[in-house]
Nanobody, 123 residues
């Protein structure tokens, strides 16, 4: 199993920027997809963005054009660049990794999860 440790969460005002990082404890070849999920109070956890080992990406409609997912395989690190933040982006963000058989991935494809990092957007 992959151990994932997130960092970079915090507070921001609407329109500001945050970047999340997630370091994986094993070599990237043991997984073929990584992603970011988020869960707001009272809501289900939902996919924000996902990326394959070759760099193919997928985004939730609500973050397209504002968020960018990327990965540095040499550092076993996943990133989520969040621009133009909105109050509705407030949530706990989770890093996830796994093996998928189809694209886009399903939640069941992600076998490893980080502990989560809080992102709060308010004025």
């Amino acid at each position: 199993q992959v151990q994932l440790v997130e960092s970079g969460g915090g507070s921001a005002q609407p329109g500001e920027t945050l970047r999340l990082s997630c370091v994986a404890s094993v070599r990237s070849f043991s997984i073929n997809v990584m992603g970011w999920y988020r869960q707001a109070p009272g809501k289900q956890r939902s996919l924000v963005a996902a990326i394959t080992a070759t760099g193919v990406t997928d985004y939730a409609d609500s973050v397209k054009g504002r968020f960018t997912i990327s990965r540095d395989n040499s550092k076993n690190t996943l990133y989520l660049q969040m621009n133009s933040l909105k109050p509705e982006d407030t949530a706990v963000y989770f890093c996830a990794a796994g093996l998928m058989s189809n694209w886009p991935p399903r939640a069941a494809d992600f076998g490893s999860w980080g502990q989560g990092t809080q992102v709060t957007v308010s004025s």
